[in-house]
T-cell receptor
Framework: NAGVTQTPKFQVLKTGQSMTLQCAQDMNHEYMSWYRQDPGMGLRLIHYSVGAGITDQGEVPNGYNVSRSTTEDFPLRLLSAAPSQTSVYFC????????????FGNGTRLTVT | DQQVKQNSPSLSVQEGRISILNCDYTNSMFDYFLWYKKYPAEGPTFLISISSIKDKNEDGRFTVFLNKSAKHLSLHIVPSQPGDSAVYFCAASYNQGGKLIFGQGTELSVKP
């Protein structure tokens, strides 16, 4: 059982470039979310989705887009990368019950120069 | 505005002793709290949780205490082991879609 899979593991972008961080889960979880981890800031919620076709903003959504066309996939798009988006990004999923714990992927380390 | 705060960036403890990690929150609407553990180059993993209707939850060496009036929770690890060395995040949620808000994390180092 693969759980939550994130690709790529590492990425370097130049300012202004676009890219998509991929996230897939095979646990049939309806809830999926994206976090970024920065030193001294902990994990901050970017966007989340409670099911296919439904997305909502988290704490730090600016500069990021998401869509949820299937239960399994929840890609995160950076339309025009900025150095402030240098971070480690984590995707997570869980069952609909909010008391069900989040399962995290192993992260994507993104550097924007 | 940080709704969930872990004011100690790091903690060092001797093997066999108790580790106490603290977390404060500001939003009185939070009704479910969790602790996650994170090793380098891995994603966080769930450790233990507590509902706001309880003030204590225990799982083996790990106990979480909740003080609603003080808006404070703590994680106790007894006895601490070198394998417990990791970053610990507390998190809180409430009914708005059940989204989870995390604190900044505390890096625990357990020395043999």
């Amino acid at each position: 059982n693969a759980g939550v899979t994130q690709t790529p593991k590492f990425q370097v972008l130049k300012t202004g470039q676009s890219m998509t961080l991929q996230c897939a889960q095979d646990m049939n979880h309806e809830y999926m979310s994206w976090y970024r981890q920065d030193p001294g800031m902990g994990l901050r919620l970017i966007h989340y989705s409670v099911g296919a076709g439904i997305t909502d903003q988290g704490e730090v959504p600016n500069g990021y887009n998401v869509s949820r066309s299937t239960t399994e996939d929840f890609p995160l798009r950076l339309l025009s990368a900025a150095p402030s988006q240098t971070s480690v990004y984590f995707c997570a999923s869980r069952r609909p019950n909010k008391m069900s714990p989040l399962h995290f992927g192993n992260g994507t380390r993104l550097t924007v120069t | 505005d940080q709704q969930v705060k872990q004011n100690s960036p790091s903690l060092s403890v001797q093997e066999g002793r108790i580790s106490i990690l603290n977390c404060d929150y500001t939003n009185s609407m939070f009704d479910y709290f969790l602790w996650y553990k994170k090793y380098p180059a891995e994603g966080p993993t769930f450790l233990i949780s507590i509902s706001s209707i309880k003030d204590k939850n225990e799982d083996g060496r790990f106990t979480v205490f909740l003080n609603k009036s003080a808006k404070h929770l703590s994680l106790h690890i007894v006895p601490s082991q070198p394998g417990d060395s990791a970053v610990y995040f507390c998190a809180a949620s409430y009914n708005q879609g059940g989204k989870l808000i995390f604190g900044q994390g505390t890096e625990l180092s357990v020395k043999p």
